[in-house]
């Protein structure tokens, strides 16, 4: 699903964010990316969305290869990843309907297969009774699930989290990762970037640790 | 639930793009909901749309009264150069059968069309009527209007009929050849100039229309970033993203045309009143009227297109900057 091949990204101004990082997430495989703040996590999945390009080596996502990759690509790239963010980054002037409803419009869906899918993904992270409501009248952990909901309503075939329970308390940051392994169960890919080691080591799934840009360590495919 | 997550199983063989619309009933219905969709967020800041679209519409209203007026002047004219007539004012001491002679012998020459005698008693009697000076008129002891003879050139050019009229200014009945048609062709200047005027004036203000949408246009992606960075991030693109700004542009300009029209028939309603008043002085049926269908469809045509160019030159600049980090 995921394929690096010496993958560098070197940003200008000359610090080094990755240097020749190399690993495959195999498809409905579920994995966690860790490391110290600024080791390169984000740069990681930012490769992966084509936020930013590699400086040198291959990214492979989804069969595709992304260093040959044109602009009017990239759309169709992203639709078939789901991202979920530290920050939500839900839209406040929007209900949760027509936040989770977004991936679905930008596709041309049909009005009525969008409200019959955006549904479904509200039941499934259990907010179905707050389509109408504002993301700012929500607590926290309400808005992240929506923003799960708003990364799987259109069932993209892999799922990227970059910090998705910094902001959350142990209890609910658990809740979330739960939903995480619902999706994978169903054949999701899952890559999840966090540094709450604890409740990474509590769940057995492979783990890729990142310090200063080179992959250290990779548990290798467990769970 | 259990239901829900099965099918975002099935999203592993890749059955996420079945269902998705491509007909072109789809598309169609897709344009036409942002359009719907950019009015009703137009309509939720009423204020500060009314106060572009006004100002769109003062900028459109301006050169398309102008050119109205030119083009009335311009009508009044051409009713005017129709009626270019050679007008021979008699001696006094020609009698009305030397006149009816010479009459004759003019209708029989090539370069004139008609010609027609007004005696001094039927001369007198028009005056009486079309006047109101009746009463004075019965005070005088004799006529004193001289016989005329309207002549009509067969030829249009001036040229030819400034020669026509030389020549029959040297016949000895004649006291005085007049032709009125210096003035049609100074007015017919005037206008032109004016015209080109009204142009130069057109295009600076629809530059201006320009600079105003694109500003606005620009203004909203700005207050949109978040929006379009995270559209761009779920797989939007730049044509989706450009739609609505476009479609707002397209609504701009419709209202800026409808306001411009408001303003445009408002005065011309204003300026009926005195204008029949002068144009009966003057014993003319000449009326202003309101903007023609045509010039309706012209305006809101100018307007859309003005309106769109400039969405387009805001999103050309600006969407392309916004860029998820």
Known sequence: MILFDKVSKRYPGGQEALSAVSFELEAGEMAFLTGHSGAGKSSLLKLVTLIERASGGQVVVNGQNLTRMGRREIPRLRRDIGIIFQDYRLLHDRTVFDNVALPLIVTGLQRRDVERRVRAALDMVGLLNKEKRYPVTLSGGEQQRVGIARAVVHKPPLLLADE???N??????REIMDLFRLFNQVGVSVLIASHDLELIASLPYRVLTLERGRLIHDSGAAG | MGDAVKSSGRSKGGASRKGRHRGVKGYLERHFQVLIHSLGRLSRNPFSTLMTIAVIGIALALPTGLYLLVDHVRDLGGQWRETTRISLFLKQEIGDERARRLVEGLIEKEEIEEAAYISPEQA?????????FGNVLDALESNPLPGVILVQPAALQPEAIQALLDRLRKLPEVEIAQLDMEWVRRLYTLLDILQRGILTVAALLALAVLLIVGNTIRLDIESRREEIVITKLIGGTDGFIRRPFLYTGFWYGVGGAFIALLLVNLSLILLQGPVERLAGLYGSEFRL????????LV???IGVALGLLGALLAVGRHLRAIEPE
């Open chain 1, 164 to 166: 998705p329970t910094g």
């Open chain 2, 299 to 301: 305006l809101l045509g």
């Open chain 2, 289 to 296: 009227g309101l903007t023609s269908l045509e010039m309706v």
């Open chain 2, 124 to 132: 007198l009697d028009e005056f009486r009527e079309f006047s109101g």
């Open chain 1, 168 to 173: 959350l308390d142990p209890e609910l940051s």
